[in-house]
């Protein structure tokens, strides 16, 4: 069936230090992913997307690597920043998107 | 302000009591989505418009929940003789085909 879940609920992290969140999902059909950022009292922020022809895409600061055959999406975030605490969601799209439960990144001073 | 627009930002009612949500879409964009988000959880579909069309609403949607989009632009999300369980953060999105989202910061409601 259609899930998209997230292996930690939380993530501590020192700041500069790179940060790796990940992220299964179960729907073999699924051709779009996306990592979408969440900070307090806002709503979901798009930071980097893929599509399932490709195994790796860079942003600013910013990795996702596509694992097709254990169905494994990761997000590297290098040099993590204050900035960066948020909750990271993976979510998967067709007509609309579906969200797993969402990562906690704590940045340590 | 060319985002997502979601009003109130906060709404505190009794149990029983009806509310009314209103979102302002990106003006170019012709799909508007609704979620919910309760602590802890990532956001929960709920129902999607293309233009004033309803194309799909989520078994999460009660009877009690009703939205609409009459003139395909701002849409509204009523809920009647609210819960408890109805406390939680509704987030609205709007796209144009082939291109991302844009959520609004979203409105709490407290159910008390």
């Known amino acids: 069936g259609e899930s998209v879940g997230l292996h930690l609920p939380t993530l501590s992290v020192q700041e500069g230090d790179n940060s790796i969140i990940n992220c299964a999902y179960s729907n073999s059909a699924s051709d779009y992913f996306i990592w979408y950022k969440q900070e307090s009292g806002k709503g979901p922020q798009f930071i980097i997307d893929?599509?399932?022809?490709?195994d790796k895409r860079q942003g600013q600061r910013v990795t996702v690597l596509l694992n097709k055959t254990v169905k494994h999406l990761s997000l590297q975030i290098a040099a993590t920043q204050p900035g960066d605490s948020a909750v990271y969601f993976c979510?998967?799209?067709?007509?609309?998107?579906?969200f797993g439960k969402g990562t906690r990144l704590h940045i340590l001073p | 302000d060319t985002g997502v627009s979601q009003d109130p930002r906060h709404k505190i009612t009794k149990r029983g009591q009806n509310v009314t949500f209103r979102c302002d879409p990106i003006?170019?964009?012709?799909?508007l989505y609704w979620y919910r988000q309760t602590l802890g959880q990532g956001p929960e579909f709920l129902t999607y418009f293309q233009n004033e069309a309803q194309l799909e609403k989520s078994r999460l949607l009660s009877d009690r929940f009703s939205a609409e989009r009459p003139k395909g632009s701002f849409s509204t999300l009523e809920i009647q003789r609210t819960e408890q369980g109805d406390s939680a953060m509704y987030l609205c999105?709007?796209?144009?085909?082939?291109?991302?989202?844009?959520f609004g910061s979203g409105t709490r409601l407290t159910v008390v």
């Open positions: 999105a709007s796209r144009a085909a082939g291109d991302g989202y844009t």
């Open positions: 979510a998967e799209r067709d007509d609309k998107i579906i």
């Open positions: 893929i599509r399932s022809n490709m």
């Open positions: 003006s170019e964009h012709n799909r």
